[in-house]
């Protein structure tokens, strides 16, 4: 269903669950157009940000989900999910010097999260 020119305003979150729900019934058309429509309403969304990222990625379109996944990464440069989706994004354009970077840096940041984590390794009791 098209976009209505005087359609309110949404909750961004819930148009990337709703575009979610569409890239998984394998209506990749409609996901775009409702992450689209999420970043141009709430630009500061990383979520929409990286979901658009996944579905370029998926859809082989690596320089439109390299747009958007440098996107998310300006909003959260710390967050583990970005920097792996920017480093397959740069194995599958070729540039592996990229990939590693972007991979080291999510692997670190594992690793912080593991050090910081509260909870007992269940497998160690």
């Known amino acids: 269903m098209p976009q209505q020119q005087n359609?309110?305003?949404r909750d961004p979150i819930s148009l990337v669950e709703e575009a979610t729900f569409d890239f998984t019934l394998?209506?990749?058309d409609e996901a775009l157009r409702k992450l689209r429509r999420a970043v141009d309403e709430a630009p500061e969304c990383f979520e929409a940000w990286h979901a658009l990222t996944e579905v370029h990625a998926s859809l082989e379109d690596y320089d439109q989900?390299?747009?958007?996944?440098?996107?998310?990464?300006?909003?959260?440069?710390?967050?583990?999910?970005?920097?792996?989706?920017?480093?397959?994004i740069w194995m599958h354009k070729g540039d592996k010097k990229m990939a590693e970077h972007f991979a080291a840096k999510a692997r670190t940041l594992g690793w912080k999260d593991?050090?910081?984590?509260?909870?007992?390794?269940?497998?160690l009791a």
Not at 65 to 88: C, G, V
């Open 7 to 9: 359609e309110p305003s």
């Open 26 to 28: 394998g209506d990749n």
């Open 65 to 88: 989900a390299l747009e958007a996944a440098t996107r998310a990464f300006e909003l959260k440069p710390e967050d583990i999910h970005i920097n792996t989706s920017l480093s397959r």
């Open 114 to 123: 593991e050090l910081n984590s509260d909870g007992e390794d269940p497998g």
